[in-house]
């Protein structure tokens, strides 16, 4: 049965930001697989450790410097880390840009 | 190292700010990456000033994931940033230092405090601020890279 499960777990295609691909061996995407945005983050992070302490807190929340997307949509709008992953999804990582005049 | 700005960006830039005076006013600036020293600016994306404040910016992340993908579909990249300080000197402030992303990127502010508008560039790295000469070029002239 978990066999079952584990087959239909989605692997999307994550879009890496510039600043990030150093992590991933200069990839401009990385392929991960899970059900939710948390899961596939997991994912990440047994291959390249160092995405994810850039996008994650140590409390284990989404960094507020860094917005995520699934396809278009902000994930602090779609349950955030619990966001729900399906085949065919593209993940994207963008660093937030922002600053002021002091 | 220089960034070469064309004209007719440096313009759409200059409209933009000014229309968002006396807010912040920001966007993207989309082109080739630095090679051989030059950094070549080809278009510039106007975004909305999130943080709507005449003393700090946000760049619309909308904006930024559809420049994103623009760009790379035309074999592109976001190469930095625009902002206006609309009271200060065009050199980035701590904030901007403090939150900048990407160390690859041009940090382009145009100040608005004298009745022309000036514009200046700076690479952002740590805490390490250094200034990357302009040329702004004719519409027609191509950046010999």
Known sequence: ?102 | MRLVLPQAVYDDIVDHVLTGYPLEACGLLVGVPEQNGATQALRFVPSANLAVSALAYTIDPKVHLRAERDADDDDLAVIGVVHSHTHTDAFPSPTDVAAAPDPTWEYVIVSLRDPSPSLRSYRIQGDTVTETPVEIVDRSAQAEV
């Open chain 1, 1 to 102: 049965m978990s066999d079952v499960v584990e087959a239909t777990l989605p692997t999307v295609s994550i879009r890496i930001p510039m600043i990030l691909r150093p992590q991933v061996g200069g990839a401009k995407t990385v392929d991960a697989t899970g059900a939710t945005l948390g899961a596939l983050l997991a994912d990440l992070t047994i291959r390249f450790p160092g995405v994810t302490s850039q996008v994650l807190t140590a409390d284990g929340e989404l960094h507020k410097f860094v917005n995520i997307y699934v396809n278009d949509d902000d994930v602090r709008y779609l349950g955030k880390l619990e966001a729900p992953i399906k085949s065919g999804d593209e993940v994207t990582i963008l660093p937030a840009v922002a600053g002021g005049a002091f």
